[in-house]
Nanobody
């Protein structure tokens, strides 16, 4: 399984951005993680293979929305009301579980390259 993340860029505080994670091969649960300079990689959001289950980090609840288009094998992360503290490299990753939306990093066995999101005026 190969994952390709895209959609990062520079956005002003309060703005929106949509990240995409395109997968080759069959994928199950997909999650987004982010890593800011000098910080640990942290969980952002996850969606199950069915699309019925989602999970979010408290810091992004109500601002970010994860969704998937199975026909396109793509998972999206719609980010709104962006804050400077959202600045990070965002990574998408996939598990082997079809029914869960996991926030547990060790569950993720496939990782894509990152895409940089910078929130700044």
């Amino acid at each position: 399984v190969q994952l390709q993340a895209s959609g990062g860029g520079l956005v002003e505080p309060g703005g929106s951005l949509r990240l995409s994670c395109a997968a080759s091969g069959r994928t199950f649960g997909v999650g987004w993680f982010r890593q800011a300079p000098g910080k640990e990689r942290e969980f952002v959001a996850a969606i199950s293979g069915t699309g019925r289950n989602t999970d979010y980090a408290n810091s992004v609840k109500g601002r970010f929305l994860i969704s998937r288009d199975s026909a396109k094998s793509t998972v999206y992360l719609q980010m709104g009301d962006l804050k400077p503290e959202d600045t990070a490299v965002y990574y998408c990753a996939a598990t082997r579980s079809y029914t869960t939306a996991s926030s547990y990093r060790p569950d993720y066995v496939y990782w894509g390259q990152g895409t940089l999101v910078t929130v700044s005026s």
